[in-house]
Nanobody, 124 residues
Framework: QVQLVESGGGLVQAGGSLRLSCAAS????????MGWFRHAPGKEREFVAA????????YYADSVKGRFTISRDNAKNTVYLQMNSLKSEDTAIYYC?????????????????WGQGTQVTVSS
């Protein structure tokens, strides 16, 4: 069974940067897509970014495109989310998730294992 543990969240001023990490334990990490989602108060959980099993294909929500970068290190069973030029509207709990397939998209239903989340707060 795969377990996911996020880290790297915190409080940052608008315009600043954070790097989130998601460490996976167990088998079948390197052959599955990985994604990041976020959940802000009063809003539904939304897709942020995804990377396919090899790391060569990435997908982003329009709201973060050009500011966030998703990457993965299969040797370390870890996926990252580099967040630059942060805005107050990026404030949310960020979750990493393991996809059901080698390449997964934006749908929550494409992901089968979730971490516990890490809080990101951007002050304006």
């Amino acid at each position: 069974q795969v377990q996911l543990v996020e880290s790297g969240g915190g409080l940052v001023q608008a315009g600043g940067s954070l790097r989130l990490s998601c460490a996976a334990s167990g088998r079948t990490f390197s052959n599955k897509a990985m994604g990041w989602f976020r959940h802000a108060p009063g809003k539904e959980r939304e897709f942020v970014a995804a990377v396919n099993w090899s790391g060569f294909s990435t997908y982003y929500a329009d709201s973060v495109k050009g500011r966030f970068t998703i990457s993965r290190d299969n040797a370390k069973n870890t996926v990252y989310l580099q967040m630059n030029s942060l805005k107050s509207e990026d404030t949310a709990i960020y979750y990493c998730a393991r996809g059901m397939y080698g390449s997964s998209g934006r749908a929550i239903g494409d992901y089968e294992t979730w971490g516990q989340g890490t809080q990101v707060t951007v002050s304006s």
